[in-house]
């Protein structure tokens, strides 16, 4: 009986490696996304958003649980990696949404751990950098970069962002640029008319400006503190609601306004992709932006909102503003709204970081060629 046993297990792993024979000569491949769990927050709710969509496509999830990472890390950062890629075979693609938020020495054992395997390739969607994030020391964006080196494509969100890892040390790389946040979505939306208001999501203190802010057009602010402000006609605070709860507000009516005031953030929308605009274009609403944002020309050019270089500008913008001009922008905002909702933007990204890793795995073949 035991050897029928041990002669049934036999068989299975002679099936299982025959098929990864195969894989491996006619071309058949795995492709894996990471996900981060137990952590909360915005880095989760997108890098899950993302996978969802990476899911539809037929690609396998390859859960990353976020720990607090321990000094004596090395002894057991093989063993949580083995657990994590237990499923990954040669010639399987990895789509690493980066960072995972445990530390930048993880995710460079993890990028090291993916190359490890012979002709693995590696993509890494960066959706932030810990060195810009957090105003870290020099030391952390130099780790970062050397994770980034590990890949064959990168998934970044603007050129500016390459050209400022080209100056720190990044190899010359393939990339494929994320054009927005998708938000897909199955929320009941408005329909509304011109509103002159701006709608805000964000921490008060981290934002002055709403501190200081006393223009014509009131400013709705959505945030889970109770700000140190008093409503007046200029402000209005709204509370914390959860993601869809408040895509379907901002459905209402007004115009999301993707903004700061503070050099840190200036910087930050200069060369990053800010989650929140996603969330108001998805909620079916024209977006005010500060000139110079990455976004600026995505914006401009699809007439879905407008570039201010101050606040008072803006202010000016949304008061002369007719219901014409509204319903225009309005209308556009619904173009675009549909692909966001359908998660389109993210799908094309996926889908052209995976054909680029493919193709960069060739090379020309002479005739004549030994």
Wanted: net charge negative; glycine share 8%.
């Amino acid at each position: 009986m035991i050897e029928c046993e041990l002669w049934g297990i036999i068989q299975d792993v002679i099936r299982i490696k025959t098929y990864k024979q195969r894989a491996m000569e006619w071309g058949f491949m795995n492709i894996h996304i990471t996900k981060l769990n137990n952590l909360g927050g915005t880095a989760t709710i997108a890098q899950d958003r993302v996978a969802r969509i990476a899911h539809d496509l037929g690609y396998k999830e390859m859960g990353i649980s976020y720990y607090h990472l321990q000094p004596d890390f090395i002894k057991e950062i093989g063993s949580r990696l083995d657990g994590i890629i237990a499923s990954l075979y040669y010639g399987d693609v990895v789509i690493f949404q980066y960072p995972s938020w445990i530390g930048p020495n993880y995710d460079s054992c993890f990028a090291g751990k993916i190359k490890s395997y012979a002709n693995t390739k590696l993509i890494i969607f960066v959706q932030d950098l810990q060195y810009l994030m957090f105003g870290s020391e020099k030391l952390i964006l130099d780790w970062e970069v050397d994770t980034l080196n590990k890949a064959d494509v990168l998934i970044l969100p603007s050129p500016a962002i390459y050209d400022f890892l080209r100056e720190n040390g990044l190899k010359q790389k393939e990339v494929v640029y994320q054009t927005i946040w998708d938000m897909p979505s199955e929320t009941c939306f408005l329909e509304h008319s011109c509103k002159k208001q701006f709608l805000f999501t964000g921490n008060f203190q981290r934002f002055p400006f709403l501190k200081d802010y006393h223009g014509k057009t009131p400013i709705v602010h959505f945030d889970y503190s109770r700000p140190g402000r008093q409503e007046d006609a200029s402000y209005e605070w709204k509370g914390y609601l959860e993601s869809e709860k408040l895509m379907h507000e901002l459905s209402k009516g007004g115009f999301g306004l993707v903004w700061s005031d503070e050099e840190y953030f200036q910087r930050y929308y200069s060369i990053n992709q800010p989650y929140k605009l996603g969330v108001n274009l998805a909620a079916g609403i024209p977006v005010i932006i500060r000139k110079g944002s990455v976004h600026e020309e995505f914006i401009v050019k699809n007439g879905i909102g407008f570039a201010a270089a101050s606040l008072e500008e803006a202010d000016e913008m949304i008061q002369s503003i007719s219901e014409e001009t509204y319903r225009k922008l309005y209308d556009n905002v619904r173009s675009i709204q549909t692909l966001l909702l359908n998660g389109a933007y993210t799908r094309k990204v996926l889908q052209d970081a995976v054909i680029k890793a493919q193709e960069n795995a060739c090379s020309p073949v002479g005739i004549n060629q030994r």
